[in-house]
């Protein structure tokens, strides 16, 4: 229904839109009175008095009841706009998320309700879109475990996925479908994998009384160099760190997009923890993860030693070296001989908040703020 716009001042303007110009009559005081027949003079109510009072309640009861509507063109435009894009993007339920571990768990020191951390193998993409892109930090819960000790039956451990921790600080809570591991069936059913039969048998016999422990993960005999969980010597599950695993939703979540001007999670450097600084600096470590990769970077093929380090085998005088240790500050006289990651090393790893720098020195590696205080420090990256 078209609506027609009017600017009314009060019932007096209503009433001459309504009165027509050529029936207009002056019905002020003077114009209302006569002389009656005994010549006295008595006052003479015109009709459109009345009628004026008739408006100004009919102009109050329309009002005061909503009946009167009044619309203007820039509320009309307003009514007429589409709804805007949605703020947000869904994971629906039944999405695979893929990802690999960076804590490592084990039945015989973990409990139910250890938290463990992961990261995406590989982009979320949903209907062709990308929801979150590949290393992505994931977050879960061990939500069942049974010890080998305990009840004299085999180990088990079942997790879940929780949380999605974007670079920017966007946290996206999940519900996936538990991932279990059971010790015993899992022998079994990947002795297959290994050859069958007795042969089968007694590779895996062998390997779980040593140090090594069998494997009994899905990545069996899938290639050198694989994570997988295995089977201590006393028969307790191990899902070391950069093991794959797999993970399905159970409820669809949301994601909330960017405000307009914010920056993309890959330009902002900002981790989760980190941004606003309301965590602290102890906080910015590196993780099981980091060290497995700096270390398999260098492995071998570091040879840049700092002058004066080289003659020492790495090693810095006994002075310089109380000093550094985690929560200690880099001497001034070693800051510039320090080296920055390099850059296809850097990029494997999650990202510093603002301000803060991995580096390289002689054998070290270190985690620096920009007063030179040492976050954190492996200390020997060849090893």
């Known amino acids: 229904m078209q609506l027609i716009s009017w600017k009314i001042a009060d019932s007096t303007e209503l009433e001459n839109l309504l009165i027509p110009l050529t029936h207009r009559v002056d019905i002020s005081d003077q114009d209302n009175k006569r002389i009656n027949p005994g010549g006295q003079i008595t006052s003479m109510q015109h009709p459109f008095k009345k009628c004026k009072r ?3 309640n009919l102009f109050v009861a329309l009002v005061t009841t909503g009946i009167l509507s009044v619309s203007t063109p820039d509320l009309e435009a307003k009514r007429a706009q589409p709804e805007g894009p949605s703020k947000s993007l869904a994971i629906p339920s039944g999405t695979p998320i893929e990802v690999k571990m960076i804590d490592e768990l084990n039945t015989g020191t973990n409990n139910v309700g250890d938290t463990f951390h992961a990261s995406l193998t590989k982009n979320l993409v949903v209907a062709g879109r990308q929801l979150a892109p590949k290393d992505t930090l994931v977050s879960g819960k061990v939500i069942g475990l049974t010890s080998s000790g305990r009840l004299k ?20 809570s999940l519900e996936t479908s538990p991932y279990c591991l059971d010790g015993k069936s899992h022998v079994l059913r990947n002795a297959s994998l290994i050859g069958g039969g007795a042969a089968a048998g007694a590779v895996l016999g062998g390997i779980a009384g040593g140090k090594k422990g069998a494997l009994i993960g899905s990545a069996v005999g899938a290639g050198a160099g694989t994570a997988t ?15 794959n695993l797999s993970f399905t939703t ?31 600096k102890d906080s910015i470590v590196f993780s099981n993860h980091d060290r497995r990769i700096i270390r398999d970077y260098f492995k071998g093929r570091y040879s840049n030693l700092p002058p004066g380090l080289a003659k020492r085998g790495g090693h810095l005088p006994p002075g310089l070296e109380k000093q550094l240790e985690r929560n200690g500050k ?6 510039k001989r320090v080296e920055p990651f390099p850059r296809d090393l850097e990029i494997r790893l999650p990202r510093l908040p603002d301000r803060m720098v991995r580096v390289v020195l002689g054998r070290r590696a270190m985690i620096l703020d920009e007063q030179s205080n040492i976050l954190d420090m492996i200390e020997d990256i060849t090893d």
């Open 153 to 172: 039956g085999p180990a088990s451990i079942s997790l879940k996925l929780t949380h999605l921790a974007f670079s920017d600080g966007r946290r996206v």
């Open 229 to 243: 969980a295995y089977l201590t010597g006393k028969q307790e599950i191990v899902i070391p760190a950069e093991t």
């Open 250 to 280: 159970v409820n669809s979540a949301s994601i909330p997009m960017l405000s307009e001007g914010d920056s993309s999670p890959w330009e902002s450097g900002v981790l989760p923890r980190d941004k606003g600084g309301r965590v602290g």
């Open 330 to 335: 880099l001497p001034p006289g070693l800051q």
């Open 54 to 56: 008739t408006f100004n």
